[in-house]
Structure formats: C-alpha cells, structure tokens
C-alpha cells in the first residue's frame, strides 16, 4: 500500500468555523490530489498540486483552499465551512514514472457540518 | 466534456459465479488511461485494473479482467469466481494523458450473496 495518511479521520464542525485536512504522503510522488466522495456523484476533484507551492483548481473548488510547503504534506482548508461541505474527503498521490498516472488513495476523512 | 457513465447502481452476484460491471465513457482525445477503484465498506480506495487505451490486449489481474471496447467506448469489468470479500462499489475512472485530472463515473454497488 502506497503512505499515504490522512489526518483527522473523523471530524464534526459547526458551520462558519474554518477546518483544515492533512494529507501526508511518504511516497515523494509530485502530485498530490483532493477529491470529495458524495452518494450520486462519485469522487469530485477539489485542487490539485504538480509540486510543491504549484496548486490548480480542480471541478469543485469553491470554498476551499489548498498549500504545499512541503513534497509530503498538501493541505486542505474550508475557509468557512457550511452543511453542503459536509462529506467524505480522499487524498490521492501519483507520480509521472513506473506508476504512469495511477492515483492510490488516502484512508479519507468524515467531515460534518453541523 | 469528458464523462464516465456507470448505468447500474446495484448488483448482486452469488458466491463462484461470475459478474460483469458496466462502464461507458466519452472522449475526444486518443490517448488516455481507463481505471476500475473498488471501494469496501472500510472506505478505502483500491486499484483494481488499468488500461491503456493505445493497447489492444484486455488488461487482467487475477479474477479481474476487463472487456476494452474503444470504438464503442465501453469498459466492462468482469469478476470471475466472486467472492465474499468482493463485496463493495466499484468505479469506472478515466484519466488523458498528461492531465491530471480523473473522471469518475457514481459508482455500482456489487453484494456477493453467499
């Protein structure tokens, strides 16, 4: 399995109040991907980075902001979290090499907003 | 636009027997890299199978093989044997090359019945 870490893993919030996801990667793969997973719609991509402090929208990205200071950590925060951000969130690495584009996947995190 | 579209939320298949899972897709572009996820109740993503859509050979991995119909842009997966631990949702996800950006298709819900 591919280190990839999430941390929390379980959090509840209260609307309005901003949150942050970590996402640890021990793989030194350049890209690092945020997806949100919601019955209907399968997995949704928020941002994504192709290196460190190089960071791109993704097809959902309203309301959420992404860093990388770092190759292993990429950071997601809801700046002002609200019930519709209230989901499952998976991190994602892959790399350009032998692995050629495949994504392997956090643990996830539940987040909800109350 | 580039889209995955998996037409059957749910499927039941009994234990040793054999299942296929539909996927279509639709792109424009030539080159690009088809994906089957599982997903078990624990939530976490795994890699099935891929395929490159320059390759003509069916990819197969153990149980699991695949039906590649480029001209009808269907990407089928076929579970032979299927076990218990089969049991999850499985999405069909495509990926151009040299982009970074997955399209997932909702998902199916597959219950091996024992």
């Known amino acids: 399995d591919a280190g990839i870490t999430q941390s929390p893993r379980h959090k509840v919030t209260e609307t309005g109040t901003p949150v942050t996801l970590r996402c640890h990667q021990t793989e030194n793969h350049r890209y690092m991907y945020w997806y949100r997973q919601d019955p209907g719609h399968g997995l949704r991509l928020i941002h994504y980075s192709y290196g460190v402090k190089d960071t791109d929208k993704g097809e959902v990205s309203d309301g959420y902001s992404v860093s990388r200071s770092k190759t292993e950590d990429f950071l997601l925060t809801l700046e002002s979290a609200t019930s519709s951000q209230t989901s499952v969130y998976f991190c994602a690495i892959s790399d350009r090499g032998l692995a050629k584009d495949t994504q392997y996947f956090g643990p996830g995190t539940r987040l909800t907003v109350l | ?114």
Not at chain 2, 41 to 54: K, N
Not at chain 2, 64 to 77: R, T
């Open chain 2, 1 to 114: 636009a580039q889209t995955v579209t998996q037409s059957q939320p749910e499927m039941s298949v009994q234990e040793a027997e054999t299942v296929t899972l539909s996927c279509t897709y639709d792109t424009s572009e030539s080159n690009y890299y088809l994906f089957w996820y599982k997903q078990p109740p624990s939530r976490q993503m795994i890699l099935v199978i891929r395929q490159e859509a320059y390759k003509q050979q069916n990819a197969t991995e153990n149980r699991f093989s695949v039906n590649f119909q480029k001209a009808a842009k269907s990407f089928s997966l076929k579970i032979s044997d299927s076990q218990l631990g089969d049991t999850a949702m499985y999405f069909c996800a495509s990926l151009i090359s040299g982009t970074y950006k997955y399209i997932f298709g909702t998902g199916t819900r597959l219950k091996v019945l024992a």
